[in-house]
């Protein structure tokens, strides 16, 4: 699973996060929906890619769409 931002600076996508278990998939699944459901609350938001961390400030984040692909 990852997430998939779409911003005006291009789209950034996050490394692969799983669950060592398949219940554990369904879960963090529902955790990251819960996080981006709030995206719009916070002040910054971070994730790592394959080439490092990307941040977000709120600006930032006000103007994306985010994807979470299982």
């Known amino acids: 699973m990852k997430i998939i ?7 950034f996508e996050s490394v692969d996060f799983e669950s060592v278990d398949k219940e554990g998939d369904e879960q963090d699944y529902l955790d990251a929906c819960n996080l981006l459901s709030k995206i719009g609350d916070v002040t910054y938001f971070t994730f790592e890619t394959d080439k490092g961390s990307v941040y977000f400030p709120k600006q930032l984040i006000q103007q994306s ?6």
């Open 5 to 11: 931002a779409h911003t005006p600076q291009g789209t």
């Open 65 to 70: 769409v985010f994807v979470i692909e299982k």
